[in-house]
């Protein structure tokens, strides 16, 4: 494992968002969904692809709130181009679990 410096750590945007769309993706060669995350005022909504569909269907992640990174480069995944990278952890079956907070926060709320 690398060591960081907190000021590289401080470089990293995970902040709050609300999930405001979730499509199938089918053209993705991993099943995946395509989402739209709200982060507020001062970062707006961006666009991502996340390989979420083992644990989470279209409906359980509707207004979920999640962790997402939001100053990586947009990346174009076939025909969408992600803008965000939502965050979770793999359980011992390779299954996306999301980072979420544990309380609800505000939509762009920075991690402390």
Do not use: H
């Not at 961006?46 to 989470?56: G, P």
Request: proline letters at 4%; hydrophobic letters at 40%; glycine letters at 8%.
């Amino acid at each position: 494992m690398e060591t960081i410096s907190w000021s590289d750590f401080e470089r990293v945007e995970l902040r709050v968002g609300t999930i405001i769309s979730v499509e199938d993706f089918p053209e993705a060669r991993k099943p995946a969904y395509k989402i739209e995350v709200d982060f507020g005022a001062e970062i707006g909504i961006k666009k991502s692809s996340a390989q979420i569909t083992d644990l989470y269907s279209k409906d359980d992640l509707m207004n979920r709130q999640i962790v997402g990174v939001v100053n990586f480069p947009a990346k174009q995944i076939g025909p969408v181009r992600s803008e965000c990278l939502i965050t979770g952890f793999y359980n011992d079956n390779g299954a996306v679990v999301l980072a979420v907070p544990e309380r609800a926060l505000g939509n762009g709320t920075k991690l402390a």
